[in-house]
């Protein structure tokens, strides 16, 4: 079994106080959950506006493929014009 854990730091372009990057926030991650069956909460950054992190996470029997579950949701997140990646970090145990 292996887990593919990935971290990303994002901007929220639309946000002008913490409800407005909580709704974005919030609608980026039920997409998530739904779309992908994944592990995700937001995890750090909570009292900044205009950033956040996010953590996910994923469950395979092979690495290869747990690696490109993350890389489908990096893509899904980067296609989102609300907000922009500016940091992530993968890890596959």
Known sequence: MFVGICTIRLEIFEAH??????QVIKSIIERLKHRFNISIAEVDMLDSWQNAEIGFACVSSEPDHARKMIQN???FID???RVEIIEQNIEIL
């Open 73 to 75: 949701v990096i893509s």
């Open 79 to 81: 296609g989102d014009g």
């Open 17 to 22: 106080s913490l409800k407005d990057k909580r």
